[in-house]
């Protein structure tokens, strides 16, 4: 019997695969817990349309972040913060501290997780920050710390 899955089944495909299974297992597992949906000409071409339209959507979600990467790469911030003597921070620089500036002055919105400092900044100076925007998709931007002035 040809089934086509509503979400992901162990050991037997991903959400909108058609698939074909014993009669019994789709009659007594799959289709009672709504698992799957028995297989027609119409639910076929419904789910190569969600196929379709999600690979569109993929591809325009790597390209806008392509385009975000590019525009990382000309990114210098400036953070002023306030330091004790022997030029050392009080407390530290974060992703979060990053996020914040980006969002004040370049208007990029990202999630702290896409910052991938190894541990924070605790010193005056300029440091090259990679940001992973997604698996296969990564950009550096270049933070300065600087003393604040005031």
């Known amino acids: 019997m040809k089934v086509i899955l509503r979400t992901g089944v162990a050991n037997l495909g991903e959400a909108g695969d058609l698939k074909e299974v014993t009669g019994g297992f789709a009659r007594n597992f799959l289709l009672p817990r709504k698992l799957a949906y028995p297989a027609s000409k119409a639910a076929e071409k419904q789910v190569a349309e969600e196929h379709q339209a999600n690979e569109r959507?993929?591809?325009?979600?790597?390209?806008?972040?392509?385009?975000?990467?590019?525009?990382?790469?000309?990114?210098?911030?400036?953070?002023?913060?306030?330091?004790?003597?022997?030029?050392?921070?009080?407390?530290?620089?974060?992703?979060?501290?990053?996020?914040?500036?980006?969002?004040?002055?370049?208007?990029?919105?990202?999630?702290?997780?896409?910052?991938?400092i190894e541990e924070p900044i605790k010193q005056l100076g300029v440091y090259k920050v990679p940001v992973r925007l997604s698996s296969e998709v990564e950009s550096t931007i270049t933070v300065w710390v600087v003393k604040n002035s005031g």
């Open 57 to 116: 959507r993929t591809v325009k979600e790597h390209r806008t972040q392509l385009e975000l990467a590019s525009k990382l790469k000309d990114v210098s911030l400036t953070l002023q913060v306030t330091v004790g003597s022997e030029e050392q921070l009080y407390g530290s620089v974060s992703e979060r501290d990053i996020v914040t500036a980006l969002a004040a002055e370049y208007q990029i919105e990202l999630e702290a997780k896409a910052i991938k």
